[in-house]
């Protein structure tokens, strides 16, 4: 069984940084995809940022020159580092991995708990 477990999040003042961790109990290799995703009170879960297995980065256009999605394959780990926050920013951060084994295939999606972010304005 995949499991992914998030850390990190914390309660910070804006302009502040947080460092997101995704730690994958088996190695990042077998991912197509894994992403950030964030959730606000009362809002739809929005994809923040990904990375693909040959490093290609993507951001949402309300993160972009702020956040740093990244990788160390050796640990496992997937990262967030988050600079420059504000209360917008506000929300449960969730952990995601896919894995597409053949084209002819599905998608498999995994997800961590989920960690909180709040940012004091």
């Known amino acids: 069984q995949v499991q992914l477990v998030e850390s990190g999040g914390g309660l910070v003042q804006a302009g502040e940084s947080l460092r997101l961790s995704c730690a994958a109990s088996?190695?990042?290799?077998?991912?197509?995809?894994m992403g950030w995703y964030r959730q606000a009170p009362g809002k739809q879960r929005e994809l923040v940022a990904s990375?693909?297995?040959?490093?290609?980065?993507r951001y949402a256009d309300s993160v972009k020159g702020r956040f740093t999605i990244s990788k160390d394959s050796a640990k496992n780990t997937v990262y967030l580092q988050m600079n420059s926050l504000n209360a917008e920013d506000t929300a449960v951060y969730y952990c995601?991995?896919?894995?597409?084994?053949?084209?002819?295939?599905?998608?498999?999606?995994?997800w961590g708990q989920g960690t909180q972010v709040t940012v004091s304005s």
């Open positions: 995601n991995a896919k894995s597409k084994q053949a084209d002819w295939g599905p998608t498999y999606d995994y």
């Open positions: 088996i190695s990042i290799f077998r991912f197509n995809t």
């Open positions: 990375i693909t297995s040959e490093g290609s980065t």
